[in-house]
C-alpha cells in the first residue's frame, strides 16, 4: 500500500525556548516508520530545519532553541515506511514563536483573604512580542462549583499587551473558602491558564453593618467620614420620568424604563427582591443583563388568565446562562389583587438553578 499525504494539527504559537511536539494523521495507506519535518522562516523562505525520526508515532518533536521567538515559520512533513518509500509532502501550515505570555491576578490580598462580600479582581496579560490576548474566562468556585463567571470574552483591541481586565465579583459570604481561576487564548491560539488561586473570606463587621464610620483625626484637626451608602444613578426614559407622589416612577407607559448599569451588580448566586404595583396585563417588568455578555440574562414576565370568571396572574422568566443554556420558570399563580395592591417578586438563584414566587405585600 502506499502511503498517504499526512495532515498536519493545528498549532498554536509556542515559545521556542521549550521543545515542541507536532502532530499529524495519516488516513490509511502503509506502515508509518519514520517521519521527515521541514521548516522554513515565513519571511525569508530559508529552511532552518530538516530532520528524520524514526518512530511508529505521528509525532515529531522539535528540539528547544532550534527556531526564534518573534518569528513566523512554515512546516511540512513527509511520512516514510520500512522500505524507506516516502509519501508526498503535507500541506505547508504556518505557525508563530513567541515568549510564554504572563496571565495572572495582580491584585489578589495578602493570604488570599478578601475583607468583603464583594471584591475587584484584576487579571494581567503580558507578552514580550506583542502577540494579543484574543478571550479569556474568569470563574470563582466554591465547593468544586462554578458560582460566578464572567463567561468568554473577547477583548478585541484590547488585548493588546500589557493589558489589565477587571472582574466585579459580590455575593462572597463571611468564612468561607473559595478560589478563582482565569482561562485565557492569545491570537495565535495558544491556551493560558492562571492556576487555581485560594480565596477565604474574613469580613471586618464594623464595616459590614455600619452605614458611616468616623476617625477623630485629632493632630490635624479634622474628622474622616467613611460611608458604606452609595447612590445608583439610572437612565429613565421618558426623561425627566414622570414621578407618583414625588418618590415613585411610573412605568406603566409604552416604552418607558429605569436602566441602572453602574454600581448596581447581580451575579450567579443571589436572591432578589421587586416591588410594584397595577403592572398592565401580560407586560415586561424586568431585565437582568450581563455587562460583559450580551447572551446572558433573564426577563422576567407579568402573566394572566381568567378562570370561572376569576383573573389569576403569576410571573414567568426566561434566561440564558453562561454556557448559552436557555430556559424558563414560572411563579404559582395568584388572584389578582384589587388596584393599587402592592406585589412583591422574590428571584432566587443557586447552583445554575432559578426559584420565583409572587405574593401580595402586607
Not at 509556542?14 to 507536532?22: E, M
Not at 468568554?152 to 465579583?169: D, I, Q
Not at 404595583?277 to 415586561?284: C, M, V
Request: aromatic share 14%; proline share 4%; charged share 15%.
Amino acid at each position: 500500500m502506499a502511503l498517504q499525504k499526512p495532515t498536519i494539527d493545528t498549532i498554536a504559537a509556542f515559545d521556542a525556548s521549550n521543545s515542541q511536539v507536532i502532530k499529524f494523521s495519516v488516513s490509511g495507506g502503509d506502515q508509518v516508520t519514520a517521519n521527515r519535518l521541514v521548516i522554513k522562516s515565513g519571511s525569508s523562505g530559508v529552511t532552518v530545519y530538516d530532520q528524520t525520526t524514526t518512530t511508529f508515532a505521528l509525532e515529531h518533536t522539535i528540539p528547544a532553541n532550534t527556531l526564534t521567538n518573534g518569528n513566523y515559520y512554515t512546516l511540512q512533513i513527509q511520512t516514510l515506511n520500512s522500505s524507506s518509500e516516502t509519501s508526498p509532502m503535507s500541506s505547508p501550515v504556518t505557525f508563530y514563536c513567541y515568549t510564554t505570555p504572563s496571565f495572572s491576578f495582580n491584585n489578589i490580598p495578602l493570604g488570599g483573604i478578601i475583607p468583603n462580600s464583594s471584591f475587584a479582581f484584576t487579571l494581567s496579560y503580558n507578552q514580550d512580542e506583542g502577540e494579543a490576548l484574543n478571550s479569556y474566562i474568569i470563574n470563582v468556585y466554591s465547593g468544586g462549583s462554578i458560582i460566578w463567571s464572567t463567561g468568554t470574552v473577547y477583548v478585541g483591541s484590547s488585548g493588546n499587551p500589557p493589558s489589565l481586565f477587571k472582574a466585579n465579583v459580590s455575593g462572597f459570604s463571611d468564612n468561607n473558602s473559595y478560589s478563582i481561576r482565569a482561562f485565557g487564548q492569545t491570537s495565535q491560539f495558544t491556551e493560558l491558564d492562571t492556576g487555581v488561586v485560594s480565596l477565604t473570606t474574613q469580613f471586618d463587621a464594623r464595616n459590614i453593618y455600619t452605614q458611616f464610620s468616623l476617625e477623630n483625626n485629632v493632630c490635624d484637626g479634622y474628622i474622616t467620614i467613611n460611608s458604606n451608602v452609595i447612590s445608583l444613578d439610572g437612565i429613565t426614559n421618558p426623561d425627566p420620568p414622570t414621578y407618583i407622589g414625588g418618590s415613585e416612577i411610573d412605568l406603566t407607559t409604552n416604552e418607558s424604563y429605569v436602566n441602572w448599569e453602574n454600581s448596581f451588580g447581580i451575579y450567579e448566586t443571589y436572591t432578589a427582591r421587586l416591588w410594584f404595583r397595577d403592572p398592565n396585563p401580560n407586560s415586561l417588568l424586568a431585565t437582568i443583563y450581563s455587562s460583559t455578555n450580551a447572551n446572558v440574562g433573564l426577563t422576567l414576565y407579568e402573566r394572566e388568565y381568567t378562570e370561572s370568571s376569576t383573573t389569576y396572574m403569576y410571573v414567568e422568566a426566561f434566561y440564558r446562562d453562561v454556557y448559552g443554556y436557555t430556559g424558563y420558570v414560572v411563579s404559582e399563580a395568584i388572584e389578582k389583587p384589587a388596584s393599587g395592591t402592592d406585589l412583591m417578586i422574590w428571584l432566587q438563584k443557586y447552583n445554575g438553578l432559578y426559584d420565583i414566587s409572587v405574593a401580595e405585600v402586607v
